[in-house]
């Protein structure tokens, strides 16, 4: 079972906090690190002073022993050596050892830190003309700044810490706050609420609400789209439905006159293969949205596909009325397409060009060379597209929404199955204007041995 995350807004909070007290933990340590060598500096500058003040009135012509008596401390123990006699206090004396009374026999300063019986001790010397003297001071009884001030930086870092994790929590729920606004409304939007999110942030978070907000709308219009098409269909569908059940009823009813009945046989006919078409076509589309249209591509002239399609479609044009135009490219263009599948979106084309096309003007179908690619163009002369409708022309049933009840229409699915067979075989379809005066449609293959 997988393991439920954690909220951002925790995960933020408890890396801020995590954050905090680490740098406050390295700030108090090096704080009382610095501390500590300032206050061991300033204690050996200051016995260094008293050293050298003993040293100064001894030179002067002051007795040692008077001196030492009169400048020792409760903390400073003095020793006196005296050629290799030394005299004092015992912790001064255990200090002096052999090596210092060589040193200060040889008129060389000692200035060290050493240990005694465990305790860290500060050792001056200071040779004199009649031997030298050693002041001593535990390291303990020698600092003060780390009494006076330790405690107080320790109490300033702590409330900086808490400070700062005050200011980081509260940044933790501000950058938390809307990522949450953001997941409940995609959540809103995957059970089908279709809704704008406003949040305020940093500049990600702004544009990934403008995002969520333009797909939000997106999807409220293909909905909408969706919905439009689907009543058009069902409109389109009962139409052909309503005529073959009307005239099947008339037969049923004996209505019909024997003389009739070619005719109505005909026109159910006609329906028939009307509604078999729109059934195919929307089950070709459904197909190839989810990747389950099969195509089987092989080696073919785009010219050859085209002299087939142009045979029936002109046999169409001359019964409207229509100028049907065959420019064939005058060399060959090898493709590797689905032959069937390509004649299945040239028909498509053709179909929507003759069927808005008036009486007297053209229909052309014309193949051609472009660069490494195979164009195949259906043009025609009706009223044409405008600019706009050339944006949305593949998308499903947008024009047929546009001019149902104004011109002649389709299902308004044939243009987007046509974008979806053309590009299932590596190939493009656009819309534009033709010099015939309407829609013209420009199928691009790549040749053959191309990419």
Not at 102 to 112: A, F, P, T
Not at 322 to 347: E, H, I, K, N, Y
Not at 400 to 425: C, K, N, P, S
Request: aromatic share 2%; with cysteine; proline share 4%.
């Amino acid at each position: 079972m997988r393991r439920r995350a954690g909220s951002l807004g925790t995960r933020l909070a408890v890396a801020m906090v995590a954050l905090v007290v680490l740098t406050a933990a390295v700030t108090a340590l090096s704080g009382l690190v610095l501390v500590r060598r300032a206050d061991d500096t300033e204690a050996r500058r200051g016995l260094a002073m008293l050293a050298d003040s003993v040293a100064a009135q001894v030179e002067g012509g002051a007795d040692a022993g008077t001196v030492a008596a009169a400048v020792g401390t409760p903390t400073v123990r003095i020793a006196v050596v005296t050629g290799a006699r030394v005299t004092g206090e015992p912790l001064a004396r255990l200090a002096t050892t052999t090596e210092v009374v060589d040193e200060l026999r040889g008129g060389r300063i000692v200035s060290k830190r050493v240990s005694l019986q465990g305790v860290a001790v500060l050792v001056e010397g200071r040779p004199t003309p009649g031997g030298g003297v050693v002041l001593v001071q535990r390291r303990v009884d020698a600092g003060t700044l780390v009494e006076q001030i330790v405690p107080q930086w320790l109490w300033l870092v702590a409330g900086i810490g808490v400070l700062a994790a005050g200011l980081g929590l509260l940044l933790a729920w501000r950058v938390a706050r809307p990522i949450r606004r953001l997941a409940e409304a995609t959540t809103a939007i995957s059970a089908g609420e279709r809704r704008a999110v406003s949040v305020s942030g940093p500049r990600e978070v702004l544009a990934l609400a403008d995002e969520i907000n333009h797909l939000s709308a997106e999807l409220a219009r293909s909905e909408a789209r969706q919905r439009e098409f689907l009543v058009s269909v069902s409109h389109d569908l009962r139409t052909p439905l309503a005529t073959i059940a009307g005239y099947a009823e008339s037969l049923a009813d004996g209505a019909v006159l024997p003389a009739e009945v070619r005719g109505v046989g005909s026109v159910i006919s006609d329906e028939s293969a009307r509604l078999g078409r729109m059934v195919s076509d929307l089950l070709d589309l459904a197909r190839a949205d989810a990747g389950e249209l099969a195509f089987h591509p092989a080696p073919a002239d785009l010219g050859d596909v085209a002299a087939a399609a142009a045979t029936p479609w002109a046999e169409r044009c001359a019964a409207k009325g229509v100028r049907f135009t065959v420019q064939p490219s005058g060399t060959p263009l090898p493709v590797l397409v689905d032959a069937q599948r390509l004649r299945q979106a040239l028909d498509d084309l053709l179909d929507n060009a003759v069927r808005v096309t008036p009486a007297g003007r053209p229909v052309v179908l014309a193949c051609r060379r472009r660069g490494e690619e195979a164009v195949i163009e259906v043009r025609d002369g009706g009223p044409g597209l405008t600019d706009d409708d050339l944006l949305v022309a593949f998308d499903r049933g947008a024009l047929h929404a546009r001019y149902r009840g104004r011109r002649e229409v389709g299902t308004g699915v044939g243009l987007a199955l046509v974008d979806r067979l053309i590009r299932r075989q590596g190939g493009t379809v656009s819309a534009g204007h033709s010099a015939e005066g309407g829609a013209a449609f420009t199928v691009a293959l790549p040749l053959a041995g191309r990419p």
